[in-house]
């Protein structure tokens, strides 16, 4: 569902943004004089001098092309080495292809280009895959974009990954480390703006895409969801250079159009439509999904890496902010044992690459699609549940507590009341009573769900030992297989038989004994209980078994095979 805006606020917002509809001709490169010196630095700091193993992931976005031009300027011999890879996810724009072919030659720096598996062109992916119009976002973007990328970081023997994201890139800034050490990811123009980039690639010639050299003249606003849509009521201009050096007689024309669009950015044809020159790169791209971010920077993993990528922390490390945060919230909520479980989940990024509990878009589409709205796979919703809202709007902060400790606040971003009957038949494929969770869904939970970051002042403390995510990774040694056995129940003689001959049929493998001892259903034995029996085992067999690890995971099982066996 999206939503219509009327024509009174697009002009309200287009007024408000004329002030910065002049800075495109103001552009000067005094202000790169800090970011260059910076790019530099990083560059020096985290790439080998020879560039092996270092892949740099290119769109041919204006971004991407800068900073090969600063490579080949500053630092030519890491150039040299590393590999620019480009996907042809047989859906770009003849102008992408254009403008590549300029930039391979230009900088004498050839990309290695993988396509689609199997096709050569659009129809042959159309005839193979169906039309981009119809196949699941998920799927197209595997297909197109994922599957060949993973291809090519193979062939290259991937060490680090250069991207060309920036911090400004999205309608409101976000938050972008320039170096990503769980993911080795380095993002070296995360703090370049885009007048940053254009007054470079201006000063400096780089190429870009004849597709920023057209305006699109209308009578009244367009709506985003329908700008790729063929024969519309707007006229394309040829303004014979890059909208950002054109004046506004120029770009509007005389008489002055009432709204002029632009490209600004350049994904996939059917992803991509034109803004007005004030919006963000990233307000036309990916229009009519609830993703935000290309899939090769959220779904390329690989193997033993978190899911995401990266393993999430939200643990406050500066004792004056948690306490900031703790002073502004608003209402203090005391958490059950389920919502704690959820909450060190949250925390500690065994819900990675969650960064709080799920928002109503978040949810939604977990519950039908079992994914994310980047597409991510997820089997199961994380919410946090409360019987009364009144007095909380979005925006507030609430201060968790758990057992009268103040473990974490919750920045209620979106308060909603979801429909517990479609939820119980998506997730546990009924809605009988009968079923334990589904039982707790109807009759306990809370009716509304908060969702929003959430930000860690102390780890919540079980009457049981358990282990963060990272703690559980650095037990495992690297480069040996990991037999993970995962169960709710106190172990039994069955269960050793089972691990024992896993582990001997995994040659050199390290058996991970992960039970988890959150609440489940009704009868079960207490989690303190189920703990003691493995806590009684691990003492028993330390000698014997060397090769076993054992760690406890504080998660409240939901019953929910299958989707809870991928959660």
């Known amino acids: 569902m999206f939503a219509v805006r009327s024509v009174a606020p697009l002009v309200s917002r287009r007024v408000q943004a004329q002030h910065f509809q002049c800075s495109w001709r103001l ?96 129809d042959e992916f159309n005839a193979k895959y169906g039309d981009c119009e ?62 940053d980039i254009i007054a470079y690639a201006d000063a400096h010639g780089v190429p870009v895409n004849e597709g920023h050299n057209f305006a699109y003249r209308a009578q009244a606003p367009i709506e985003a969801t329908k700008r790729h849509l063929p024969n519309l009521p707007w006229e394309k201009v040829p303004l014979g250079k890059p909208f950002w050096q054109c004046t506004d007689k120029e770009l509007k024309g005389d008489p002055p159009a009432p709204i002029t669009y632009v490209f600004k950015s350049f994904g996939d044809i059917h992803t991509t439509v034109p803004v007005e020159p004030h919006e963000s790169e990233r307000t036309g791209r990916f229009v009519r999904q609830a993703k935000t971010e290309c899939g090769i920077h959220t779904r390329t993993t690989s193997a033993g890496s978190p899911h995401g990528g990266a393993l999430v922390d939200l643990m406050v490390k500066d ?81 968790l507590k758990w057992k009268g400790e103040d473990v974490a606040v919750l920045e209620a971003s979106s308060i909603y009341k979801p429909n517990k009957v479609v939820e119980a038949k998506e997730v546990y494929g009924t809605s009988s009573l009968e079923h334990p969770t589904v039982y707790s869904l109807v009759q306990e939970t809370g009716a509304h769900y908060v969702g929003g970051n959430l930000h860690g002042i102390k780890n919540v403390a079980f009457p049981y030992p358990v282990q963060t995510p990272a703690e559980v ?68 067999t330390k000698q014997e078994f060397p090769m076993f690890r054992w760690a406890y995971l504080p998660y409240s099982m939901k019953m929910a095979v299958p989707r809870e066996a991928i959660q």
Not at 81 to 96: Q, S
Not at 510 to 537: F, K, M, N, W
């Open 134 to 195: 119809e196949m699941d976002t998920a799927d197209f973007d595997f297909v197109s974009k994922v599957e060949p990328f993973q291809r090519a970081l193979a062939e290259c023997n991937k060490d680090i990954l250069i991207t060309g994201r920036r911090m400004d890139q999205a309608a409101q800034r976000i938050s972008l480390d320039v170096w990503e050490d769980g993911k080795r990811t380095l993002n070296p123009l995360a703090g370049w703006s885009w007048s």
């Open 319 to 399: 004792a004056a902010k948690a306490k900031e945060l703790v002073n502004s919230c608003v209402k203090t909520v005391e958490l059950n044992e389920r919502q704690a479980c959820d909450v060190f989940c949250l925390l500690n990024g065994a819900f990675s690459p969650l960064k709080g509990f799920m928002d109503e878009t978040s949810y939604n589409s977990v519950v039908k699609d079992m994914r994310l709205p980047e597409k991510q796979l997820f089997g199961l919703p994380v919410t946090f549940d409360m019987s009364d809202v009144s007095g909380i709007k979005e925006g507030d902060k609430l201060l």
């Open 27 to 122: 552009l000067s490169t005094s202000a790169l004089d800090g970011k260059v010196p910076a790019f530099k630095a990083d560059i020096e700091k985290y790439l080998p001098a020879d560039g092996k193993r270092v892949v740099f992931a290119t769109a041919w976005l204006a971004t991407d092309n800068v900073f090969v031009a600063l490579m080949h300027k500053h630092f030519p011999e890491v150039l040299s080495g590393m590999n620019l890879v480009a996907i042809d996810t047989m859906h770009l724009f003849d102008t992408t292809h254009v403008v590549a072919k300029q930039v391979e030659a230009r900088y004498g720096k050839p990309a290695l280009w993988k396509a689609v598996a199997d096709v050569t062109n659009r």
């Open 473 to 540: 990774r650095s037990m495992l040694p690297e480069g040996k297989p990991v037999v993970a056995f995962q169960n709710r129940n106190p172990i039994h003689r069955a269960h050793f038989e089972l691990l024992v001959c896993a582990q001997r049929d995994v040659k050199d493998s390290i058996l991970l004994v992960h039970p988890t001892c959150g609440p489940t259903q009704p009868g079960d034995i207490d989690g303190v209980v189920r703990i003691s029996t493995y806590e009684a085992l691990k003492e028993e």
